[in-house]
């Protein structure tokens, strides 16, 4: 099972195995807050930016983020390990900056079949 958190919020022994989903670490996170770092799953920086910069619409990011997820392969690599742990682990949280929506593991935790 896949379930969802803001690496800020302090761990909870429901979460099991607590997953970075970023492309960059978050400014003042200690490495002991997760579990695995697995920056392949963040949004490029370019999506990144056309978020931001508002030259994407959030539909136009979320789709373009799916294309990311289906056709890079470090991206296919990087869901085979999450499935792994999920195996392995029963439960995995998935975590970004963000606290609350929209964010980007919204979008993988719908697409993983779990949101």
């Not at 807050?33 to 697995?38: A, C, E, G, Q, S």
């Not at 930016?49 to 136009?60: D, F, H, I, Q, V």
Request: glycine share 6%; proline share 6%; aromatic share 8%.
């Amino acid at each position: 099972m896949f379930t969802e958190g803001c690496v800020y919020a302090p761990s909870s022994p429901k979460e099991g195995l607590r997953v970075l989903v970023m492309r960059t670490w978050p400014r003042g996170v200690r490495l002991d807050r997760v579990d695995l770092w697995l920056k392949e799953l963040g949004p490029t920086p370019d999506l990144l930016r056309g978020l931001e910069a508002r030259a994407l619409s959030w539909l136009a990011f979320e789709n373009a983020y799916l294309t990311q997820l289906t056709t890079r392969a470090e991206t296919i690599e990087a869901v085979a390990v999450l499935h792994d742990l999920e195996t392995r682990a029963g439960t995995v949280a998935l975590l970004c900056h963000e606290r609350q929506p929209p964010c980007h593991r919204f979008v993988l935790l719908k697409w993983l079949g779990a949101g």
